[in-house]
């Protein structure tokens, strides 16, 4: 059974920065796709950022130039480091891998961007 669970979340002022971490288990993933959704409160969930298999990465608009996805085949690991956050930004991230084309979303973790 695939089980994704986040990390990373809190608090941050406007400006500052922080580091989600996604650990999977259940299976390998070192060939698919992994990455990270977000959801606000009214809102529907969106996608962040996404890295494939190869490496190759793509983000949203929003998060181009400040969020940046990596991740460690090995430990079945993603992470995503976010910088110059702001108050829209918040929001629960979820942590979301591809099995059979459809993707598995873990718990979420809270991220709130307030000064």
Avoid: H
Wanted: net charge positive.
């Amino acid at each position: 059974q695939v089980r994704l669970v986040e990390s990373g979340g809190g608090l941050v002022q406007p400006g500052g920065s922080l580091r989600l971490a996604c650990s999977a288990s259940g299976r390998s993933f070192s060939s698919a796709a992994m990455g990270w959704y977000r959801q606000a409160p009214g809102n529907e969930r969106e996608q962040v950022a996404v890295i494939i298999g190869g490496g190759d990465t793509k983000y949203a608009d929003f998060g181009k130039g400040r969020f940046t996805i990596s991740r460690n085949k090995a430990m079945n690991t993603v992470w995503l480091q976010m910088n110059n956050l702001q108050p829209s930004d918040t929001a629960v991230y979820y942590c979301a891998a591809w099995v059979a084309g459809m993707p598995q979303f873990g718990q979420g973790t809270q991220v709130t961007v307030s000064s």
